[in-house]
């Protein structure tokens, strides 16, 4: 990330901070600056390694924000956590929000839409930052209408390697790449279970693999709990079997958790 080597042989967390009234976990929970400025270190404390600010909500049936309005939310707190040392990830796909955060001291820059946009590929390009390129079927506003795969492993293997190929074609280091497989984007929960079971094919590729499956409905049903912040013990099994089969990245809104979830799955496999 951002022109250093970063160690992923325990793994490493990124605390998620959504700075949006329509988030589908925490939404409203910190669209005041302060607030999410005190949570970004909050996270951080507890393990976070980054924090990963997003303005823009991705859940199902999400409405798109425009980029005057994405800025406004996100950029007290980046600044604010810059400016208290804390690594900053922007979860963007507009190409202004990019550039702004960036060069406001973000490191690493995180698109859902696996940067589709050309001008978000410059904008890799063109910084020397940490790149994470995810695969989502549709757009948050319609990726829940029955998303059907033929083979849901090979199709988002074949496009993330095709979206981290762009980015190394655009000049982009391959050491600054990850790859996110967008567990729940455009997926059914039997979709994201083949996926999780699955990372050790993605990570063959070389690319460090991200694994955000953090308070996700499918986890919800399989436990029987519909209560978004109790998902966290499900969402620390998923960090610590993702671990052992090869991702090294993890999306999390508990850090806690899945940080104690990790240590355990690191010392086993250290122990092989």
Known sequence: MAGEQVDLSNGVLIGVLNVTPDSFSDGGDFTNPARAISHGLTLTEAGAALVDVGGESTRPGAIPVSEDEELRRVLPSVEGLV?????????????????????????????????????????????????????????????????????????VE???????????????????IAIDPGI??????????????????LASHGF??????????????????????????????TTALAFVSGARLFRVHDVARSRDALKVAAAIVASQ
Request: a negative charge; proline letters at 3%; aromatic letters at 4%.
């Open 184 to 201: 729940g984007f455009g997926k059914r929960a039997e979709h994201s279970l083949a996926l999780l079971g699955s990372l050790d094919r």
């Open 158 to 176: 074949e496009y993330l390697i095709m979206s981290a190929g762009r980015l190394v074609d655009a000049g982009v280091a391959r050491e600054r």
């Open 83 to 155: 400016d208290r040392g804390i690594a900053v990830s922007i979860d963007t796909h507009k190409p202004g929000v990019a550039r702004r955060a960036l060069a406001e001291g973000a490191i690493v820059l995180n698109d859902v839409t696996g940067f589709e946009d050309d001008e978000m590929v410059v904008v890799a390009a063109s910084h020397n930052c940490g790149v994470v390129t995810m695969h989502m079927r549709g757009t948050p506003s319609d990726m829940a209408f029955a998303p059907a795969y033929d083979d849901v492993v090979g199709e």
């Open 208 to 237: 460090p693999v991200m694994v955000g499956s953090s308070r996700k409905g499918f986890l919800g049903r399989l436990v029987g709990n519909d209560d978004t912040e109790s998902r966290d013990l499900a969402t620390a099994t």
